[in-house]
């Protein structure tokens, strides 16, 4: 048998190596004499296993599952062998023992096995080295398949190399987490401990004040038992001093009594002093004194009985002062009532002004540190198609936001110039029925003059017909009839990406507000009859029909075409139409211009205006109507509430569009909406946002001035 190779055993000797215990460290010269010893035992093994069988000699495959029973040969034809042992083939037994070499094999490993010693913690890597070696000896036996073996063990070696070091990369963290561990049971013991400690304490201190509360009630006890006793004595000093006193008038009016009579006597030992008749004196005297005895002691009573009250003129005095300051007291309190209620809203209204403020503050922050220089729009000049003068014309009184759109719209509309198909949507339920379509269809590629005379002609159909279908279905319809069935979808899908696109048109948007379900078509026809009524009305006053108004005519008109206008909205209006606060009014306006629209269906600044008051004014009519319900948007509203602060809000509302509002807002046919007195307080029920997007959807506007409610 052929010896290891020098890469093989080193390798062999370095698996070896890292049996070796954490921690401990090997001299070089122990090392390099233990590797030569290791390979010359490996080298006597395998010349005693090749001296006692030869890997030339036949190696018969024994199956892993048959130990001791027989197997057939089963030789190739084209071998040697097998010609040798063509001849013999009848003589030859059918049945086999295990071969040699494989005994010899299982003999060496289970020698092996019981020479090491599995009582250390390295057993287990010792156990691998028997194994090693005799897969080494089949890996020089067989030199077929030498590479693929020792690729194998190759790369068992590695990967049992890589567990190794991360067995001892592992090792301080179990050493740290034994550690951390104990210092975590200590903490543990050292809390319950304190609890134990705390718990004892409080076991203790509430034993002290149930002491003191018992003895409090003992105090309290005696403290009531003494009371009792000194109000018992009480009223005995109170009944002594009271017999007391009467004993003490009585003596008086004896004295007084006796000190009489001597006078009386007196007086009778000498009865010409006076030169009257003594009897009569007498008789008199003893009157005046009983007069007296009886006076002194009503006078006494009286003292008694009313010496604390006050007489009733003062009474009354005090009463009617007493009564005006409880009317100042009931004054003060009310204002200070408000003045609380006024100070808590100042409160409020404080602190989330501070709220608001440190909010502006971080967003002005944040602004500050993210915030570019503002663009230089000069340089789309060259970008967009036209070149400079039709960049300032798109650009002329527009904000950068609206620059922006405008710059996505051609940017945009460059992208749909070059796409040949769209792709379809499918026929899925948030699909419109006019754009449910699997496949592709052609991107036609009109202008936006194109789209805007088609839409303005279908909007000419929709209101001459009055078609009561719905909107979407009456669109495609109308591009059925105009283009034909084969081309209507693909009109449908050109023009829904040009009106999606186009926000900053006016007939695009609100023909996709109407398309897509966010504005009632009501809104646009009611905006076209206000224009041609404004128009009707400029026209009858130009009395002369030279299409000239002076600017007192345009003022008047405007403000009987719009009673409800405030002064300053008419001054915008009459701005918008040319006018300025310098010039004259006898200045004449061609008024013909102010209906006029270009090519891609952009009216002039007045009309703009128009419709830009019509939608400030519909916000401010909801938030009124909010305002008058009192409620959170997430709150739930009745029908009868809803009437009621309409009517209140609007009180020339009549009942056809008071209903009509009802209905839009609580999405009820106008049959079906009860009468006024007869719906019940729970019945219809809607949230309050629910209910103002509906009505912001439709054309909502006030019919009359709101009644001025009395000054407090």
Not at 45 to 56: I, N
Not at 292 to 318: C, H, I, S, W, Y
Not at 344 to 362: I, P, V
Not at 365 to 386: F, H, M, N, Y
Request: charged content about 30%.
């Amino acid at each position: 048998m052929a010896s290891l190779k020098p890469q093989q055993l080193s390798f062999t000797t370095t698996s070896r190596t890292h049996l070796r215990p954490l921690g401990v460290t090997i001299d070089d010269s122990l090392l390099t004499e233990t590797k030569s010893t290791q390979k010359r035992k490996l080298s006597q093994k395998r010349k005693t296993l090749s001296g006692s069988f030869s890997t030339g000699s036949h190696l018969s495959p024994w199956p892993t599952y048959i130990s001791d029973q027989t197997i057939l040969h089963n030789r190739k034809p084209c071998s040697d062998d097998y010609r040798k042992r063509a001849g013999s083939w009848q003589q030859q037994p059918l049945g086999t023992t295990k071969p040699r070499y494989l005994e010899q094999l299982e003999n060496y490993l289970h020698k092996e096995l019981l020479l090491l010693d599995l009582g250390t913690d390295s057993a287990q890597e010792l156990r691998l080295q028997p194994y090693r070696e005799i897969f080494e000896f089949f890996i020089e036996d067989f030199k077929t398949y030498k590479p693929l073996l020792s690729s194998i063990k190759n790369a068992y070696e590695v990967m049992l190399a890589h567990q190794r070091e991360k067995i001892r990369a592992l090792e301080p963290l179990k050493a740290k987490l034994v550690t951390v561990n104990e210092d975590c049971n200590e903490r543990i013991l050292a809390m319950r401990a304190e609890e134990r400690y705390e718990i004892s304490m409080l076991k203790k201190e509430k034993m002290n004040l149930l002491k003191l509360i018992d003895k409090k009630n003992e105090e309290k006890i005696s403290l009531q038992s003494e009371v009792t006793k000194l109000r018992k004595n009480l009223a005995e000093e109170y009944l002594h001093y009271l017999s007391e006193r009467d004993a003490r008038k009585i003596l008086i009016a004896d004295l007084n009594e006796l000190r009489y009579q001597r006078e009386d006597m007196s007086l009778a030992q000498y009865p010409g002093i006076w030169g009257e008749d003594p009897v009569k004196l007498t008789v008199a005297l003893k009157m005046a004194r009983q007069d007296l005895t009886r006076m002194q002691m009503e006078l006494n009573t009286m003292k008694a009985n009313f010496g604390d009250v006050v007489p009733r003129r003062d009474f009354e005095m005090q009463e009617k002062t007493n009564k005006d300051l409880q009317e100042q007291l009931d004054s003060l309190k009310d204002d200070y009532e408000e003045v609380r209620k006024e100070h808590e809203m100042l409160l409020q209204l404080h602190m989330s002004t501070l709220r608001e403020r440190d909010q502006f503050y971080a967003e002005l922050q944040e602004i500050q540190r993210t915030s570019t220089p503002r663009p230089d729009w000069s340089k789309c000049e060259d970008v967009v198609a036209g070149g400079r003068d039709r960049w300032h014309v798109l650009a002329e009184g527009k904000n950068s936001d609206q620059l922006v759109d405008v710059l996505l719209e051609e940017i945009g509309e460059g992208l749909l110039r070059e796409k040949d198909f769209f792709p379809g949507l499918g026929y899925g339920e948030s699909i419109p029925a006019f754009l449910q379509f699997d496949g592709i269809v052609e991107n036609k590629k009109p202008t936006k003059k194109d789209v805007v005379n088609i839409l303005k002609d279908a909007w000419k159909e929709r209101i001459a017909e009055e078609q009561k279908e719905k909107f979407p279905d009456f669109f495609f319809n109308f591009l059925e009839r105009r283009f034909g069935p084969s081309d209507a979808m693909a009109w449908a899908y050109t023009i829904f990406e040009y009106i999606k696109l186009f926000h900053s048109n006016e007939v695009m948007n609100q023909f996709y507000a109407v398309l897509m379900g966010k504005r009632k078509e009501s809104v646009y026809i009611k905006q076209k009859e206000t224009i041609a009524q404004l128009l009707k009305e400029m026209t009858h006053a130009d009395s002369q029909n030279e299409g000239l108004l002076t600017m007192e005519q345009l003022s008047t008109v405007l403000r009987s075409t719009f009673p409800f206008k405030k002064d300053e909205k008419i001054q915008e209006l009459m701005e918008a139409g040319g006018w300025h606060p310098s010039s004259s009014n006898a200045d004449l306006v061609n008024y013909r211009l102010l209906f006029m629209e270009d090519e891609e269906g952009q009216s002039v600044p007045f009309l703009q205006k128009l419709w830009e008051q019509y939608l400030n004014e519909k916000d401010e009519y909801l938030y009124e109507l909010k305002q008058e319900l009192g409620l959170e948007l997430h709150d739930k509203v009745t029908l009868p509430k809803l009437r009621e602060a309409l009517m209140t809000i609007d009180p020339s509302l009549d009942k056809q569009t008071l209903n009509g509002y009802l209905s839009q807002a609580f999405q009820f046919p106008v049959t079906e909406l009860p009468e006024e007195g007869e719906e019940k307080e729970e019945g219809t029920v809607i949230q309050l946002q629910t209910a103002l997007e509906q009505l912001q959807m439709s054309d909502v506007r006030r019919m009359g001035p709101r009644e001025q409610e009395p000054a407090t």
